[in-house]
């Protein structure tokens, strides 16, 4: 019997594959008589650039373009799924967002949408087995940073893995988390808490940093990664508006922090 979700949205987060989550949506129909379905996506841009390939911008564009169009034509088909289940087309909506994280861009859209209710794949189907727990790193990091006022359900293969009860008390808002200002300069740790990053930006290595520190790291003449040792496949650095966006977050709920 499903759970009575009264006139509430439910969320689920889709991947691109549609093989891929095509079972946690099918989970979240059958158990929840919701009205309204929205499909949350995080939507990944390639991280090519004119400086480190032989293709010039327009043609890099162009495939940024096809690698959208294909992240949209998968949501079509996952709303398909959802009409062909009985829910109206104009009660399932598509939340999306650009980034290169999964798990920070589940969170920011949670915190954008104020998602109180959440389905999303604990693990890929295959891995499934009886008294599994959590093994997705983008599952586990939205349980653990998520706010404690969205209830969440973890599926895998059509089966309920874990439920994260949401609490709805009035000091939620105390549960924000400060970002934290990650690696600088050289790969040393500022484990300041005091300290939140400005301007925060994603390197090739895959890691965020303050820009203005690895910009001087990289003008030093350093072609590798301050954190791992390997060398960097170029030197372009991209906005991490995730981590941005909740740097914003926090700051407006402790506007006595100077920043």
């Known amino acids: 019997m499903g759970e009575p979700l009264h006139n509430d949205v439910i969320y689920v987060a889709v991947n691109q594959d549609v093989r891929e989550s095509k079972s946690t949506l099918l989970w979240t129909l059958k158990t929840f008589p919701a009205k ?9 841009p390639s991280s090519l ?14 495939i940024q373009e096809l690698i959208l169009k294909n992240s949209y034509d998968s949501l079509h088909k996952y709303r398909d799924i959802c009409t062909n289940k009985g829910v109206k087309e104009e009660d399932v909506d598509i939340s999306l967002i650009s980034g290169y994280d999964v798990g920070e861009g589940i969170v920011e859209l949670i915190y954008q949408n104020n998602i109180k209710k959440l389905v999303m794949g604990a693990a890929a189907d295959p891995h499934y087995s009886r008294g599994m727990s959590i093994t997705s790193i983008k599952a ?17 293969k059509g089966e309920l893995i874990k439920t994260r009860e949401g609490s709805f008390g009035l000091g939620n808002q105390s549960d924000s988390r400060k970002p934290s200002r990650g690696r600088g300069r050289g790969g040393d740790d500022h484990t300041d808490d005091s300290e939140i990053m400005r301007d925060p930006h994603v390197a090739a290595d895959g890691f965020t940093y303050e820009e203005k520190e690895i910009r001087t790291w990289l003008n030093g ?24 966006s909740l740097i914003k977050d926090w700051l407006h709920l402790h506007p006595n922090y100077k920043h």
Not at 36 to 44: D, F, G, M, P, Q
Not at 140 to 156: D, G, L, R, T
Request: glycine residues 4%; proline residues 5%; contains cysteine.
């Open 49 to 62: 650039n004119s400086s480190s390939c032989v293709l010039d911008e327009s043609e890099i564009n162009s």
């Open 140 to 156: 586990e990091y939205v349980s653990q940073h998520a706010p404690h006022c969205c209830k969440m359900w973890f599926i895998c």
């Open 36 to 44: 309204k379905v929205c499909l949350l996506h995080v939507h990944i």
């Open 221 to 244: 003449g350093n072609d590798k990664s301050p954190i791992t040792g390997a060398r960097l496949a170029h030197r372009h650095l991209t906005p991490n508006y995730t981590l941005r």
